[in-house]
């Protein structure tokens, strides 16, 4: 069984992946700051945007009322990283650095169709 939960911007996630999950649930987080990672490494963003692409996916985005429908290429990089623990918590040297794998999509063009 596979679970993909999105959370909002203002969730704190570190606590959520500090803790054990059951085999096979994974999640799927979208990024809002540019989380410091592990010592040496850079920001999350530039980690990854550093990246070549690791190929293309073509989606069909519907129509709303003010863009028709239409066709959309996404460039898909992404790697594995090691996040650092938040620093305005208490107690923090009982918080270990986080692994986890990051994604990044760019639309590198539209089609626009019917």
Not at 22 to 37: D, H, K, V
Not at 53 to 62: F, L, N, Y
Request: hydrophobic residues 30%.
């Amino acid at each position: 069984m596979r679970w993909d939960s999105k959370f909002t911007p203002s969730s704190h996630f570190y606590d959520l992946f500090a803790c054990g999950r059951r085999e096979g649930s994974e999640f799927l987080i979208r990024a809002t700051q540019n989380r410091c990672l592990a010592i040496g490494e850079k920001h999350l963003w530039e980690a990854v945007e550093s990246l070549e692409s690791q190929g293309t996916m073509t989606v069909e985005v519907k129509r709303n009322p003010t863009r028709p429908a239409r066709s959309a290429t996404l460039s898909i990089r992404y790697t594995t990283v090691t996040i650092q623990p938040p620093q305005n918590r208490p107690k923090q040297e009982q918080l270990a650095p986080i692994s986890l794998q990051a994604m990044k999509r760019d639309r590198r063009r539209a089609t626009i169709g019917g």
